[in-house]
């Protein structure tokens, strides 16, 4: 049997809180065990999960992966303003006018990720 994903790990400044940034993004929560303070964070999302790891270093350049989020609920553009509110920043806006494309958004430690169209505006 080949191996499967089991976490998605992010390395960054505060395991915890962004952790809980991630668990608000996912409309999720932490493991039941995390507190304030602790090296590691982990976030159960359906499929797999998203571990954040402390470590001393800061981020400096681009990510090398990075998510792409696809609303279950709401349109793309009404989730980036609901991303934009939990603290989140426009990075780069690909969305084009016929209502293609994608916004490509940072965590607040500057980690990107993307938010694609929602799969009710993919069959309009």
Request: net charge negative; aromatic share 4%; glycine share 6%.
């Amino acid at each position: 049997m080949a191996s499967a994903v089991r976490h998605v790990t992010i390395d960054c400044a505060d395991a915890y809180t962004l952790g809980s940034f991630w668990a608000e993004v996912l409309d999720t929560s932490l493991a039941e065990d995390d507190k304030p303070g602790d090296p590691e964070a982990l976030v159960r999302a359906p499929g797999v999960g998203l571990l954040f790891i402390t470590v001393p270093e800061h981020k400096t350049v681009k990510n090398r992966v990075h998510l792409d989020l696809q609303p279950q609920d709401r349109t793309r553009d009404e989730e980036v303003e609901r991303l934009l509110s939990l603290g989140a920043v426009l990075v780069a806006d690909h969305r084009r006018a016929d209502g293609t494309g994608w916004a490509v958004l940072a965590d607040p430690e500057g980690n990107e990720f993307c938010v694609e169209r929602s799969a009710a505006e993919r069959t309009d």
